[in-house]
Every structure is written in structure tokens, then in C-alpha cells.
């Protein structure tokens, strides 16, 4: 609509004290779970961007985040090709709805799902405030162009300080080495898909200075407004992946990864109950 402003991003939790509440998390007291042989940090989503801004603020990075559904969670496994992934990232939040279902088969429940547009929404917020600097990395450029435009529209103030589209040639990738050398942003959102772009930031470690770099796949599709999104229901059901397979059936592989996930998760879970039930008895015995 002709002469329609865009309002700034509104969130349940715009009247809060942003920064008073976030340093008032003991990060000292947070812990994480074994799901599947794979560490997840359990905390909820304030805990989470606590966690953030304490990292960016150590200035000793870099640090990797990395959002695990239980496709990713089987492929980062000990053993497995991409298990470095798990082993180096300094935070691994639960973004599938099936980690939080396997979690609590096991015994060792989380606290919540990880939505990670709403994740991110909440970084991007307290990074002005803060007044971090933010680098975004990925996807077609017009859709990161459009990208830009949303954020800078929802959050004056916001210090992108740099921004590159994920498809480049070995020439134009040195150029995007370099312009991170020489900006050293505080957070890199890095939007190539899994595992590409986990591959990536390992292979260039060294460009990335002192930054919390953050996998957010498709992230920027959505945030361009380019990209349907999944539907409401599928989305707070944690059940995008679901609404993907639908109308992308190439991604009909992730149906056997997500059954051999759940097929593992039930027959370990039975292990764990047998356990348990052993325990209890032995300590009634006493």
C-alpha cells in the first residue's frame, strides 16, 4: 500500500527490561543432554540468546551455534562423517519437534524447542541494543538484499556491516574471506544449508576472527519474503521439515533419516526404562 510504513519487529516480550533480564541468567547453571549420543545444550530460548551475547562478549571466538533437527542429529553423531560439527560447536539448540520427543524418551527431557526465526529475531534485537555488529552470508543476493531491507526496516538501528550472497566462485570467495577479515563482525549468520555451511566456516576458520557464527540454512529464504513458509500449524508444531517433504518430495531421504531417528530413540529408550526400572529396584532392596 502506497505510503504504508513498516512497523519495527513486535515481540511478547517488547516490555521488558531486554538487557536487565538477560544479565540476570546464570549461564554458570546451565547444562546439556544426551540425545542420541549427541550433546544438546537444554535451555530455553532467553537462556539461549543469554548465551549468545555472553559469547559475543568474551571476544574469544570464534564460536559455532548449530540448530539440530533429528535429520542433522543423526548425521553429526560420534562416528559419523559431520561429527565434528557437534564436537565444535559452542552451542546446539534443539530445533526440531522430534529432539524434545527423544529427549524425554531418554529420561532427560529439554526445556523447550528452539524456533529459530523467533531465535533469531530475538539476537538480532539485543544486538542493537547492544550495538554488535552483524554480517549476513548465504542464499541468492537479491534474496539477501531483500533480507536487509526487512531487518533495517524492523530494527533501526541495526549495524549489518556486511552482507554476501552463498554462491561463489573460488575468486569472489577470497574477496568475502577478506571482507570479513577487515570487518570482524561479532555475529555472521551464515545461510548455505547444512552441512555446507558448517564445511565452509571449519575450511576458514581464520577469516572469521573473533565472531559467534550461527547456521541458520534456509533462514534467509523466509526472511525475504521470497520463500512460502510453512504453514502456521506445521511451524508451531515444529513440523516444518514435514510441510518441506510435502511439497519438495526430493526430500524424500529425510523420511529414512527421521525413521532410523526414531527407530533408534524408542529401541535406546526401552534400554534406558530397563535401566531405570533395575535401579529402583536394587535401591528398594536396600
Request: hydrophobic share 40%.
Amino acid at each position: 500500500m502506497k505510503g504504508a510504513t513498516v512497523k519495527p519487529y513486535a515481540s511478547a516480550r517488547e516490555d521488558r527490561d531486554y538487557l536487565l533480564d538477560y544479565k540476570s541468567i546464570d549461564l554458570s547453571s546451565l547444562q546439556r543432554v544426551d540425545v542420541l549420543d549427541v550433546p544438546v545444550d537444554n535451555v530455553n530460548r532467553d537462556e539461549a540468546v543469554a548465551r549468545i551475547m555472553d559469547l559475543v562478549e568474551r571476544k574469544d571466538g570464534p564460536h559455532f551455534v548449530f540448530f539440530a533437527d533429528p535429520v542433522k542429529l543423526m548425521q553429526v553423531r560420534p562416528g559419523k562423517k559431520l561429527s565434528f560439527i557437534a564436537r565444535d560447536s559452542d552451542l546446539i539448540l534443539a530445533d526440531g519437534a522430534g529432539l524434545p520427543w527423544a529427549a524425554r524418551k531418554l529420561g532427560t527431557p529439554l526445556k523447550e524447542r528452539i524456533p529459530m526465526i523467533a531465535f533469531l529475531m530475538d539476537v538480532i534485537r539485543l544486538s542493537v541494543k547492544r550495538e554488535f555488529t552483524i554480517y549476513l552470508l548465504g542464499s541468492r543476493m537479491e534474496y539477501l538484499e531483500k533480507v536487509f531491507l526487512n531487518l533495517t526496516r524492523s530494527f533501526p538501528g541495526v549495524r549489518i556491516i556486511g552482507r554476501q550472497g552463498g554462491y561463489f566462485n573460488e575468486e569472489r570467495g577470497e574477496r568475502i574471506k577478506e571482507s570479513l577479515r577487515k570487518s570482524s563482525p561479532d555475529i555472521i549468520f551464515v545461510g548455505m544449508g547444512f552441512p555446507i555451511q558448517e564445511l565452509w566456516t571449519r575450511e576458514n576458520i581464520q577469516s572469521l576472527s573473533r565472531a559467534v557464527v550461527i547456521g541458520v540454512d534456509g533462514a534467509f529464504d523466509i526472511l525475504s519474503g521470497m520463500e512460502r513458509k510453512s504453514p502456521d500449524y506445521f511451524q508451531v508444531r515444529g513440523l516444518s521439515w514435514f510441510w518441506r517433504t510435502l511439497v519438495r518430495p526430493m526430500n524424500l531421504i529425510r523420511w529414512f533419516a527421521m525413521y532410523g531417528f526414531y527407530i533408534k530413540t524408542f529401541f535406546r529408550g526401552i534400554k534406558v526404562n530397563r535401566r531405570k526400572r533395575k535401579e529402583q529396584k536394587l535401591a528398594a532392596q536396600k
